[in-house]
């Protein structure tokens, strides 16, 4: 029953995503508007990654692979429960036979299947223009576990950081303050190679965001895997499901 509410509820999801030509048009154009512009800005010259010199062009594919997902599972997701939370929508959907995990289910594997989309098309940008490699054998199998996980946690703390959010007008603010510093922190926008300062590095290894994009970079540019990260990534995803399990409420806070 849940599984056909959900699959149900799936296809509304979907279908209001296309319909929304601008929203969707965007989603899929700022990782690659972002990569453009920083390979042109930063993308002169390698960094370090522990004993491999990677192009720092090759690198921000990764990179902007990783922001790819984070923004369609974790920045999308929270922002849109967010603005149906404080527009009574959500409200309205508990009192009909849809229940809250056929609910949930939809909108996560909305956002994974979303995420992979914008994954394909910076890998495929990537190796077209950049020279990064597209994952194959062993390789691409650890990557779609990477990826998997990674959609799966970021999902789960979007949905956790809306608890944190008073308002729909609120949202971008709050969702980006939690975000935006991780994203620096851990080498998305700026490269983090050997020589970066310890404190960054230490911060950055207790977040999901620096873990994500390490397994990112060993699909892409070749960097040692270690399933460790995976590990990493996939506990705060599962403290993100008890945090809004326990604190997540339908209603709007009045």
Known sequence: ??????????????KAFWRNPPAAFFTF??????????????????????????NVSTYYVASMGAFSLISACFTNLALS??????????KRLDATPLTRAAYFTSRVV????????LVAITAAFGAAFYHASIPGGVTLLRFVIVLLV???????LGVAATIAVPNANAGPAVINALILPLL????????????APAWIMWVARIFP??????GMQSAFVGTSFHWSDVLVVALWGLGALLVAARYFRFEPRR
Request: positive net charge.
């Open 1 to 14: 029953m849940t599984l056909t509410l959900a699959f149900g509820q799936l296809r509304y999801v979907n």
């Open 29 to 54: 154009a700022f990782p690659l508007m972002f990569l453009v512009i920083f390979t042109s800005l930063l993308g002169h010259g390698t960094v370090d990654l522990g004993t491999r010199s990677i």
């Open 81 to 90: 429960i967010s603005f149906q939370r404080d527009t009574d929508i959500l």
């Open 110 to 117: 909305h956002a994974l299947f979303i995420s992979i989309l």
């Open 150 to 156: 990674g959609g799966a946690s970021f999902s789960a």
């Open 184 to 195: 620096f922190l851990s080498g998305i926008f700026i490269p983090l190679g050997n020589h």
């Open 209 to 214: 965001v620096r873990h994500f994009a390490l």
